[in-house]
C-alpha cells in the first residue's frame, strides 16, 4: 500500500511539471510574436473609406472670407464698409474723395457689341473693374471675378470689366478680344475703350487692378486698388 502511494505522488508531481514546462513554453512562444495593431489598422482603413472626399470648388478659388467679429455662425451679423476696410491686406481703398457721390454715368459697348449704360443699373449693386491683359495682379484677381459671377446672379450685381487702349505698355481691342477668346471661363461683360471717353474718377485711375463698387441708389460706395479676393468682393456688395 505505501509503495502504490508513492508511485501515485510521483505520478502527480511529474503530471504537474509537464503541465508546467508546456505552459512556459507557450507563454515564451507568444512573447516573441510582435504585437498586432488593430487600432491603427482600422483607422487607416477608416480614413481612406468612410470618410468622404475633400471637395474641389472649380468655380470658386480657395479664398477665406473675412473673418466675421461675432462667434455666431449660423446668422453671423452683416460686416460695415468700415469693418471691410480695416481686415484689407492685398488692396487699399481709393479715390476716397468720390465716397458718397451720385456716380458719373456713361454708355459704353462691350467687346460682344451689346451696349451698357451705368444708369440703367440703377437698383441694383454695380462692380466697375478696371484691368489690361499685360497685368500680372489683374490676372491673379481674374478667378475671384468669375467666382463672383457664379455666385452673385445678375440681379444682385452687375459687373462691368474695362480695359483701356494704350500705347504703352500696348492694349489693343483686339488684344482684349484674343484674350478673352482664349479664356472662355470669363463670364462677365468686357470692354475695350480709350480713358478719354470716361469720366472721372474712372479715368484717374493710375494703378490696376482698381474697382467701383456702386450702390443700388447709384452712389460710389468704396473704390479699391489691388488684388481683391472673393471673399472680399462679396462682403463689400453686402456691407451696410
Given at each position: 500500500?505505501?509503495?502504490?502511494?508513492?508511485?501515485?505522488?510521483?505520478?502527480?508531481?511529474?503530471?504537474?511539471?509537464?503541465?508546467?514546462?508546456?505552459?512556459?513554453i507557450?507563454?515564451?512562444?507568444m512573447?516573441?510574436?510582435?504585437?498586432?495593431?488593430?487600432?491603427?489598422?482600422?483607422q487607416?482603413?477608416?480614413?481612406?473609406h468612410?470618410?468622404?472626399?475633400?471637395?474641389?470648388?472649380?468655380?470658386e478659388?480657395?479664398?477665406?472670407?473675412?473673418p466675421?467679429?461675432?462667434?455666431?455662425?449660423?446668422?453671423?451679423?452683416?460686416?460695415t464698409?468700415?469693418d471691410?476696410?480695416?481686415l484689407?491686406?492685398?488692396?487699399?481703398?481709393a479715390?476716397?474723395s468720390?465716397?458718397?457721390?451720385?456716380?458719373?454715368?456713361f454708355t459704353?459697348?462691350?467687346?460682344?457689341?451689346?451696349?451698357?449704360?451705368l444708369s440703367?443699373?440703377?437698383?441694383?449693386?454695380?462692380m466697375?473693374?478696371l484691368?489690361?491683359?499685360?497685368?500680372?495682379?489683374c490676372?491673379?484677381?481674374?478667378?475671384?471675378?468669375?467666382?463672383?459671377?457664379?455666385i452673385l446672379?445678375?440681379?444682385?450685381?452687375?459687373?462691368?470689366?474695362?480695359?483701356?487702349i494704350?500705347?504703352?505698355?500696348p492694349?489693343?481691342?483686339?488684344?482684349?478680344?484674343?484674350?478673352?477668346?482664349?479664356?472662355?471661363r470669363?463670364?462677365?461683360?468686357?470692354?475695350?475703350?480709350?480713358?478719354?471717353?470716361?469720366?472721372?474718377?474712372?479715368?484717374?485711375v493710375?494703378?490696376?487692378?482698381?474697382s467701383?463698387?456702386?450702390?443700388p441708389?447709384?452712389?460710389?460706395?468704396?473704390?479699391?486698388?489691388?488684388i481683391?479676393t472673393?471673399?472680399?468682393?462679396?462682403?463689400?456688395?453686402?456691407?451696410?
Amino acid at each position: 500500500m505505501a509503495e502504490q502511494q508513492k508511485q501515485s505522488a510521483l505520478w502527480v508531481a511529474v503530471s504537474v511539471s509537464v503541465v508546467i514546462l508546456v505552459a512556459a513554453i507557450i507563454w515564451a512562444t507568444m512573447k516573441m510574436q510582435p504585437a498586432e495593431q488593430p487600432y491603427i489598422e482600422h483607422q487607416h482603413q477608416h480614413q481612406h473609406h468612410n470618410e468622404p472626399p475633400t471637395p474641389q470648388h472649380h468655380n470658386e478659388p480657395p479664398t477665406p472670407e473675412p473673418p466675421a467679429k461675432s462667434t455666431n455662425h449660423v446668422n453671423p451679423p452683416k460686416m460695415t464698409l468700415n469693418d471691410v476696410i480695416k481686415l484689407a491686406n492685398t488692396w487699399s481703398p481709393a479715390h476716397t474723395s468720390s465716397y458718397g457721390k451720385t456716380a458719373p454715368d456713361f454708355t459704353l459697348t462691350d467687346i460682344a457689341g451689346k451696349k451698357h449704360k451705368l444708369s440703367d443699373y440703377r437698383g441694383k449693386n454695380v462692380m466697375i473693374t478696371l484691368w489690361a491683359t499685360w497685368c500680372r495682379p489683374c490676372m491673379a484677381e481674374m478667378p475671384h471675378l468669375i467666382a463672383l459671377r457664379n455666385i452673385l446672379s445678375e440681379d444682385e450685381l452687375a459687373m462691368l470689366a474695362i480695359s483701356y487702349i494704350t500705347v504703352m505698355p500696348p492694349e489693343t481691342t483686339e488684344m482684349v478680344k484674343n484674350f478673352v477668346k482664349q479664356n472662355e471661363r470669363i463670364n462677365y461683360p468686357v470692354f475695350s475703350v480709350d480713358p478719354s471717353a470716361m469720366p472721372a474718377p474712372y479715368s484717374m485711375v493710375n494703378s490696376i487692378p482698381c474697382s467701383f463698387f456702386i450702390d443700388p441708389e447709384g452712389k460710389i460706395k468704396l473704390a479699391t486698388q489691388g488684388i481683391l479676393t472673393l471673399g472680399y468682393m462679396k462682403a463689400i456688395v453686402r456691407a451696410e
